[in-house]
């Protein structure tokens, strides 16, 4: 057999064996949901029966405990500074934070039932529940794209600020809703949406996130305090990756209490702090604020895209990590993490928070840690009361909250080093572009927001056209487009740019005809998304006439390509581990010596044969020779 008919005939089969049927995946959904809602006493008794070989709490919990207790912490401190000014004490930590504690109650014990069920099912002891919380950029999307534009709405019309303040609150929990309804829908096509996208692209928002919010965001408060930052972040560093060890004690614990000594050591702590936030101490009993969200979820609607795009973002999320929970060896169903998001964000809703929950980057971190189950579920039982009781401000008065930043970094760079990883050399330029969108998210997010609500703040003066207009350095309007939907438009991104690159044209075409689709709808590239919602310039069109373009490019290259014109498409795999690729590449090898060898073998065959008769001929015509000099 030829060469090339030997790998054609390796793709064909491939290509035979994953062929996607609506009947095959009809039934593969239908499995899922009757193993959600069905009585499934067995599955059950995995998560809840005694596991002598999967301890409930071990040393690795403690660093991981610290890293998603004051990720989430963090998270919750700097979405409650963005909303104290607007709303106040009494909806913020009477009615919002209370809402959270539940959902965070919810989620954290699932996902530790799930990593149970997992450990027993598969007779292992390294398994690690999935980390879950507050999902971070979905809650700033409805701080400065929601509840912002709601409230300053409002106060146009009436200036009552107390009633503004509610409405805007009823908003943002009616969106919070919505959000979770759209969780609960997409989960039944989680695992179509896992196989269906490569891998990288999966990953390359997941890797944004973590680049820019974690590691970059993070590390900014580390560079405004150096002296208190520095030192735990160095402890690890060498911990974690130079695998320096410090005695019994964890690396996460060492690097907290070494900054906390430093922050009250340079006053970075003070006891005037710890003291006013002791007054706010007190207990805030859940609401259930259900009819008055139903009352005013019409005003939802010119928000809506907001809403769509972060529980699409929130889906897609959790997608990503399940598939970095299996990278790292721990196969949980999408379809379930899905749901168990899509219940957290709606608990979430109907008891008056506005974030969505879901579940946390950073599976792989966590597992290097050594962390199992044990942090979860501490990290639940910790959250109650710290949400019912109003002891978030206390805690970080005393913390030197900087000196926990490094360990969110380490989650950050160890989810970009793990999407690394996966991807081809080839595909980095898709990677790199696709992590861009993320970048301009946050330069919009972080530092747009942050002005605009400084000039809020100041009577008499607010982020005004002419101040926009009066921007230099960049192109403003680019950066609000390309931040609008960044963690879809990473994926397409990163999608058509790998297609482009492995001149796989048909492939490209179907996903720029998506973006196009998602981008006339304001989902992706979109100016009404994030702080500037209330600018009515529409620039959808213009991304879904040069997504169309696109697509009508690549048709020209397919048929140029069909008629041999180009060169063909790539046959290397999209995304393997650096193991799996050089396990894939020895494999490659074997089969094309094992071809060469069989050419050799034919080659020589025939020249055997062909020796042969020459010799017969030669034989015989010696034979005749001998005879006619015998006759003559």
Not at 331 to 345: H, I, K, L, N, Q
Request: net charge neutral; glycine share 8%; with cysteine.
């Amino acid at each position: 057999m030829h060469k090339t008919d030997l790998f054609n005939e390796a793709n064909y089969v491939a290509v035979k064996s994953n062929k996607f049927t609506f009947r095959k995946y009809a039934a593969d959904s239908i499995k899922g949901l009757k193993e959600l809602f069905t009585f499934h006493p067995r599955e059950w008794w995995y998560g809840i029966k005694p596991n002598k070989n999967y301890p409930l709490f071990v040393r690795g919990d403690l660093d991981g405990l610290v890293a998603l207790f004051i990720d989430n912490l963090a998270t919750l401190l700097g979405i409650i500074v963005s909303l104290l000014p607007m709303l106040g004490n009494e909806i913020v930590y009477g009615k919002i934070v209370p809402g959270l504690g539940l959902a965070m109650l919810w989620g954290n014990l699932y996902y530790v039932y799930m990593a149970r069920k997992l450990a027993l099912k598969e007779n292992r002891n390294d398994v690690t529940a999935q980390p879950y919380g507050i999902n971070t950029p979905g809650a700033f999307a409805f701080v400065y794209g929601i509840l912002y534009p709601a409230y300053y709405s409002c106060l146009q019309e009436n200036p009552d600020i107390q009633k503004c303040r509610e409405l805007a609150w009823y908003v943002g929990i009616a969106g919070n809703f919505i959000t979770g309804v759209i969780l609960l829908v997409l989960s039944l096509f989680g695992e179509f949406i896992r196989n269906k996208i490569p891998g990288v692209a999966l990953l390359s928002s997941l890797s944004g996130v973590g680049l820019i919010y974690l590691a970059l965001g993070k590390f900014l408060d580390i560079a405004a305090v150096p002296i208190v930052g520095y030192l735990p972040f160095a402890i690890v560093i060498t911990g974690y990756f130079g695998k320096v060890k410090y005695g019994p004690i964890p690396v996460g614990i060492v690097a907290m209490l070494a900054g906390t000594a430093l922050g009250w050591a340079t006053s970075v702590n003070t006891g005037e702090n710890v003291r006013n936030a002791a007054k706010l101490v007190q207990w805030y009993p859940p609401v259930f604020p259900v009819g008055n969200m139903f009352q005013n979820m019409a005003k939802i609607s010119p928000y809506i895209s907001t809403t769509i795009s972060t529980a699409v973002s929130i889906a897609v999320g959790t997608i990503q990590c399940v598939e970095s929970a299996r990278r790292a060896g721990d196969f949980y169903p999408t379809r379930e993490s899905m749901f168990a998001d899509g219940v957290g964000t709606l608990i979430s809703g109907l008891f008056g928070s506005i974030f969505g929950m879901t579940a946390y980057i950073g599976h792989p971190a966590y597992k290097r840690m050594g962390a199992k189950q044990g942090y979860s579920l501490v990290n639940a039982l910790i959250f109650v009361p710290l949400c019912f009781l109003g002891l978030t401000a206390p805690i970080l008065s005393v913390i030197a909250v900087v000196s926990i930043n490094p360990l969110i970094v380490f989650v950050g760079v160890i989810i970009c080093a793990n999407t690394l990883e996966i991807t081809p050399v080839r595909h980095y330029p898709a990677l790199l572009i696709g992590i861009l969108p993320v970048v301009a998210e946050w330069g919009q997010g972080t530092i747009v927001s942050g002005i605009s609500s400084a000039y809020q703040s100041v009577a008499n003066q607010s982020f005004t056209n002419e101040i926009k207009a009066g921007i230099t350095g960049y192109d403003y309007n680019g950066l609000v487009n390309f931040g609008g939907g960044a963690l879809l438009q990473c994926i397409f991104l990163t999608v058509i740019m790998m297609y482009m690159i492995d001149r796989k044209w048909l492939s490209a075409v179907l996903w720029c005809v998506l973006a196009a689709v998602f981008a006339f709808f304001g989902l992706i590239n979109s100016s009404a998304v994030g702080v500037l919602y209330r600018e009515k310039e529409d620039t959808g069109w213009k991304f879904t006439t040069a997504f169309g373009m696109l697509a009508v490019l690549f048709l020209l290259f397919e048929f140029l390509q069909r008629k041999a014109w180009m060169e063909k498409p790539e046959s290397e795999p999209d995304d393997l581990s650096s193991p799996e690729w050089t396990e894939w590449k020895k494999l490659q090898e074997q089969q094309n010596a094992t071809v060469v060898n069989n050419d050799q073998h034919i080659e020589l065959k025939e020249i055997m044969q062909s020796n042969l008769s020459s010799s017969l001929v030669d034989s015989s015509a010696v034979k005749q020779d001998d005879v006619l000099h015998t006759v003559f």
